[in-house]
């Protein structure tokens, strides 16, 4: 039998990720420096550069998650990446594949923005070119919607709140200022039911 690891050079250097990552376990669970996501992340990118973290506070117990920033095409380097962790070897770490969905209650300092998820209306954008990729206005306030923090805080907003594997199917987010021109702007809390209906109606997924 052929070790994958010989002939599949990916699995090769995710062994070499979780052989790390076990020998400095410790000190990443246990430490608050600011670097540490670092460290981990420049680990993971000898692998591939997609890829990335995201950890919960140090402790006895700590989470991690490894993302690929919701790009659809790296989706499987990071299951394939967890799914070879050495679980035996790390009882104090719960790793998990992807962002999950964590809903819109919540409320974030970015860049100096405070954005109240909770409180935000959106509308959503067709394509006529193509009808099956969905779009998204975004109802701002705190800063005037040309303000480029905006065109980094969205995306991580949309991917906090509807996971990574949902927040892929967003095509495109534009700001618009807040408050909305109508009523017909829904909360962005509705924003999963309404991507949900999107891909049953547009895609055919049941």
Excluded: C
């Amino acid at each position: 039998m052929t070790d994958r690891s010989e002939s599949n050079p990916a699995a090769g250097a995710g062994s070499a990720f979780w052989q790390w990552f076990v020998r400095h376990e410790a000190e990443l669970r246990t430490s608050a420096a600011d670097h540490v996501p670092d460290r981990i992340e420049a680990e993971l990118r000898r692998i591939d550069p997609r890829l990335g973290v995201e950890l919960s506070d140090p402790g006895e117990q700590r989470e991690m998650i490894l993302t690929a920033w919701s790009r659809r095409d790296a989706f499987g380097a990071v299951r394939d990446l967890v799914a070879a962790a050495p679980a035996a070897s790390l009882p104090n770490w719960q790793i998990i594949a992807l962002k999950p969905p964590r809903g819109f209650r919540f409320s974030v300092d970015f860049e100096g923005l405070r954005i109240d998820a909770a409180g935000m209306r959106f509308d959503p954008l067709a394509s006529p070119q193509a009808p099956e990729a969905l779009g998204l206005r975004i109802y701002v306030s705190g800063a005037p919607p040309a303000d480029e923090r905006w065109s980094r805080a969205l995306p991580l907003v949309i991917e906090t709140g509807l996971g990574e594997e949902a927040a892929a199917e967003i095509a495109h987010i534009e700001p618009a200022p807040a408050p909305p021109p109508d009523e017909k702007a829904l909360p962005l809390e509705q924003l999963a039911a309404y991507v949900k209906w999107h891909r049953k109606t547009m895609i055919g997924d049941r």
